[in-house]
């Protein structure tokens, strides 16, 4: 991963492949923004001149490069937009400086270092920046080939164009203060399991599959001193997981259950986070259409975002212990999978009715949130690339967060757009659970259509153990991007909702969550 450093260094002494500036849309045009003093003066106060000359405006994510002028170390300027100027004795916005930062990495790729002179005034802001940056450099070349036959996997170097920035160094901060200091080591472990994350989605399903992706989690736990359990297909069906043992059935890579946890000795609170695994997903016998099934690796999405926060929380060594679940299934279609009409006796022992296998996420989440639910926990949250109709319904930049408790999903509403996680709060409309009534079942995995993301979220509240806090995020919109980059997301998996499951878990070490 890109290098992270704070430097005291001006943008005019710093010696960097560039320097990165931060300028906005003002009332009168471009505006030049703090930080980027020095630069301006080398320019004879006419940087935001000279920009505007060349076409920038200072739009969100626009990225201008310049050679620079006398007096500067770094032979080039990237100018960056943040969008519109603040008002007068305001501060600039986190995420836009997030995103900011992202936009220049991604742009300054190949460059062995950059100095980024963006507006810092206080530990929160190097944060974003430093975030930005590293997350936005993120390149995934595993299996990208060199020109030569041989390909990264194998160990070859590719193209140094393509590399991503080797060094970010974020200027006008205060190395040694604690607070300064503090951040950057939040945001690099923060920005390396977000990166992890996204690393897990974009592998390919004949690499990843819920053997392989156990095994990760196996080597992390050791690494990091986590707490880990893999239940295989054998003592699966011995437990009577139905919901992950019905999924899975269908293909030659077995399901599996993973319990990872960071625990602390101080520790008075307990959250239990639960992951969808689906490490591809067909639809089973319900086959997907045609032009639907070639992003289905992200179907494990969830699980990802819930296997980087663990592993963060321990990083961070949080006050809190922080369980993850990674229920892990491939859904395929075969003469041995489940079929429409089938029904299924979950771990909870519930039966379901299989209306579609297309809607498999669903019943391996329920066996796993039972699973959590038997240790008691002060809350539980599920992440899931659950539903096309949440996608429908908030678009491909927001999640959606539904929980039995209205003021938890406020509280994850609120921490998700404080650490620049789009995201919003749905209804659970008691009237859509009639639509799961099953006439052989206790409950059938399909419901009304319309409303279809809050069916799923209705079906998932019938598995957890009664009086515990419970939220679910279907983040299926924004967990996989097929666009072209922008800010610090990338083509691919974005690892969306770890910095959302971070951020609650250092509230609940905080005792802020109540």
């Not at 069906?237 to 269908?250: D, E, I």
């Not at 997907?288 to 060594?317: I, Q």
């Not at 006050?319 to 089938?342: C, F, I, Q, Y």
């Not at 959302?500 to 250092?506: D, G, I, K, N």
Request: with cysteine.
């Amino acid at each position: 991963m890109t290098a992270l450093t704070l430097s005291t260094s001006s943008a005019a002494t710093v010696r960097a492949d560039a320097v990165v500036v931060g300028v906005a849309k003002g009332a009168k045009g471009v505006v030049v923004a703090p930080g980027a003093e020095a630069v301006d003066k080398a320019f004879g106060g006419k940087l935001a001149a000279v920009l505007e000359t060349l076409g920038a405006s200072g739009a969100e994510g626009e990225v201008t490069k310049l050679p620079a002028a006398d007096g500067l170390k770094a032979p080039v300027v990237l100018a960056v937009g943040l969008g519109e100027a603040p008002a007068k004795g305001d501060d600039y916005d986190n995420e836009a400086l997030r995103r900011a930062a992202g936009s220049a990495a991604r742009a300054l790729a190949g460059s062995k270092k950059a100095g980024f002179a963006l507006p810092v005034e206080d530990a929160e802001a190097a944060a974003a920046v430093s975030e930005g940056a590293l997350l936005g450099a993120y390149t995934f070349t595993a299996y990208r080939s060199n020109g030569n036959g041989q390909n990264a996997k194998g160990g070859k170097k590719n193209d140094a164009k393509s590399a991503p920035l080797g060094e970010a160094a974020i200027l006008g901060c205060k190395p040694r203060d604690k607070e300064f200091k503090a951040a950057a080591e939040r945001s690099q472990a923060l920005a390396a399991e977000i990166n992890r994350a996204r690393d897990l989605i974009n592998t390919p399903s004949n690499d990843l599959n819920p053997k392989s992706f156990a095994a990760e989690a196996q080597a992390a736990a050791k690494e990091f001193g986590l707490e880990v359990e893999v239940l295989d297909e054998k003592a699966l069906k011995k437990g009577g997981f139905g919901g992950l043992m019905g999924v899975g059935q269908g293909s030659e890579a077995p399901p599996r259950l993973v319990r990872i946890a960071h625990t602390h000795a101080e520790a008075t609170k307990t959250l239990a986070l639960v992951g969808k695994g689906i490490t591809y997903d067909s639809g089973g016998i319900s086959l997907k259409p045609a032009g639907h099934n070639e992003t289905m690796k992200c179907d494990m999405s969830g699980a990802a975002a819930v296997f980087a926060a663990v592993v963060a929380a321990a990083k961070l060594d949080l006050e809190v212990n922080v369980t993850g679940w990674l229920a892990l299934a491939e859904n395929m279609p075969s003469g041995s999978a489940t079929r429409p009409g089938d029904v299924l006796t979950m771990y909870s022992g519930k039966t379901v009715e299989v209306l579609n296998t297309d809607a498999e996420g669903r019943l391996v989440l329920a066996d796993a949130l039972t699973r959590a639910s038997e240790e008691s926990p002060d809350a539980i949250v599920d992440v899931a690339t659950l539903t096309g109709a949440m996608v429908l319904a908030l678009g491909h930049r927001h999640f959606g967060i539904m929980a039995n408790d209205d003021a938890f999903r406020t509280s994850i509403h609120e921490i998700a757009e404080e650490v620049g996680e789009q995201s919003w709060p749905m209804p659970m409309p008691d009237h859509l659970r009639k639509g799961m009534d099953s006439p052989v079942a206790d409950i059938a995995n399909m419901g009304e259509r319309m409303g279809g993301g809050l069916v799923a979220g209705l079906f998932l509240k019938e598995f957890i153990g009664e009086g515990i806090t419970w939220a679910h995020l279907d983040i299926a919109g924004p967990a996989f991007h097929e666009g072209a980059p922008w800010g610090y997301t990338p083509k691919g998996g974005t690892g969306s909702a770890v910095r959302t499951l971070v951020r609650l878990a250092e509230r609940t070490a905080a005792g802020d969550l109540g």
